[in-house]
């Protein structure tokens, strides 16, 4: 089970927190104690905890697609991501890691440009 803190002021008008935001992620820490990542723009931000169980080493979030204009984190398990990882490779998508939830934006983005 992994953990997701995030910080999203709609209006704009403050920029995010990172010590609160790091705070926020720390109190999960007993959901994913094997690794944490972040990911911070202007007024929105997101924290993960990771528990490691599919790609021990390099499997850490966030995932971002290839131009980095897309991010993800994935609280869960994509049980076909052999299929859509042969499949986006075919298509020449590009991969960095062996995780299953690397699959999730560019599968997004096939369907959903």
């Not at 992994?2 to 007993?30: Q, S």
């Not at 599919?54 to 966030?62: K, R």
């Not at 076909?80 to 995780?99: A, M, P, V, W």
Request: glycine share 10%; aromatic share 8%.
């Amino acid at each position: 089970m992994c953990g997701i803190a995030g910080i999203f002021d709609p209006k704009g008008r403050h920029a995010v927190n990172e010590g609160l935001l790091a705070a926020m992620v720390d109190t999960l820490r007993h959901r994913g104690p094997d690794d944490s990542g972040f990911h911070v723009e202007p007024h929105w931000g997101f924290a993960f905890r990771r528990l490691a169980i599919i790609d021990l080493t390099t499997g850490n979030q966030p995932h971002y697609n290839e131009d980095g204009t897309v991010v993800s984190v994935c609280n869960g398990e994509i049980y076909n991501y052999r299929e859509l990882k042969e499949r986006l490779l075919d298509k020449g998508h590009l991969f960095r890691t062996q995780s299953d939830c690397e699959t999730l934006v560019p599968s997004l983005r096939a369907i959903w440009p």
